[in-house]
């Protein structure tokens, strides 16, 4: 049991890699809180893996965030997964949906760190560890993709948080890390490419931007996840890792 004895909190629990990411910390051994603003999705997750706590949580709402990490216990490990893709090129972005992204993509890890980072901190001056992770992406400031540039601004701002927190906590023996993956079958995948005007297509071509000729799946994922928020990483701080099938080789 790679998380024995730790209570890991996981974003974007309801579907995709934070879906598939709870699972695996659950089967590891972990305490696994799952938070997503989508209770209908996460409702089904205790039955699926027995053990897992849910509750609804907006991570765009400080007061939410607050209230909650008012109710927990104190973490060893966070997982902030919730993201949203934008598509267009630069010229295609209104300053709303410039700042909606910022808000969903980095601004809510920011928050979340802030309320439940407290508490790490105390439970690591017993413990000796503690694990923050970040969803970023290949898509950041390691590679630029068509008509994802507010998507990869974003993403590389993860990154830059990511440093940030891990430079300021290192000598507590809080880690902060960065996953970086490919392109991932999730039902949001799923969603971008049914609303292309050629889905066909639009999934060949996501396929063809992996060299291995296929998809990621959740599971290619959920073993850095693991790592990461395992002390098997213990050595491992402000990195961003990719997982991405080779595209970046
Ligand atoms: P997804 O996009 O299918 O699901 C996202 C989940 O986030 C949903 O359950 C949704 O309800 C939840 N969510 C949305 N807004 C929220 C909010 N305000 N508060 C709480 N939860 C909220 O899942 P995915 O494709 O696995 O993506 C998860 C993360 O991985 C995102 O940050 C995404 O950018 C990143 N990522 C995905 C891919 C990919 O190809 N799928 C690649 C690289 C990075």
Redesign the pocket.
Known sequence: MRLKDKTILV??A?????RASAIACAKEGAKVIA????EA?LASLPQECPGIEIHK????DRGQIIALADQLPQLDGLFN?????HHGTVLDIPEDDWAFSFD??VT?MYRMIQAFLPGMRERAKTTGTASILN?S???SSIKGFPVRTLYGTT?AAVIGLTKGVAADFVQECIRCNALC????D????RGRIASAPDPVEAEKNFIARQPMGRLAT?DDMTPMVVYLLSDESRFVSGQALLVDGGVTI
């Open positions: 974003s974007a309801g579907q995709g890699i934070g938070v997503d603003i989508n999705t949580l907006d991570v765009r997964c919730a993201g949203f893709v969903l993509n809510s969803m992406s290949m898509a993403k993956p490919g392109t991932v999730t039902p949001s995948l959740v």
